[in-house]
Nanobody, 120 residues
Framework: QVRLVESGGGLVQAGGSLRLSCAAS??????VGWFRQAPGKEREFVSA????????GYKESVEGRFTITRDNAQKMVYLQMNNLKPEDTAVYYC???????????????WGQGTQVTVSS
């Protein structure tokens, strides 16, 4: 089992930026994804990066504002979030899985989440 710990969430005004970090106990051969869950809504895919970092994917509404990167040597994955909007408010989770991409069921290991709140 892979242990994942998110950090970097907080309160920010609309238009601001945050960088989320995901520290993993192991990342070898695993896609790492970011998901989010807003109050009263289902958890949704935000972004993912494959093991080699050569493939990245984003939810359409965050494309061009969010950037996912990974540092395999440090076992870290980051989500840089710029031009944040109130609708980005949610708990953000990182997840890891071999061969995973944009569906929750593809990921076997999850972090506890970090709260992101964007005020208008």
């Amino acid at each position: 089992q892979v242990r994942l710990v998110e950090s970097g969430g907080g309160l920010v005004q609309a238009g601001g930026s945050l960088r989320l970090s995901c520290a993993a106990s192991e990342v070898a051969f695993r896609t790492v994804g970011w998901f989010r869950q807003a109050p009263g809504k289902e958890r949704e895919f935000v972004s993912a990066v494959n093991w080699t970092g050569t493939r990245k994917g984003y939810k359409e509404s965050v494309e061009g504002r969010f950037t996912i990167t990974r540092d395999n040597a440090q076992k870290m994955v980051y989500l840089q979030m710029n031009n944040l909007k109130p609708e980005d408010t949610a708990v953000y989770y990182c997840a890891a899985g071999v061969g995973a991409w944009d569906r929750e069921a593809q990921y076997g290991d999850w972090g506890q989440g970090t709260q992101v709140t964007v005020s208008s």
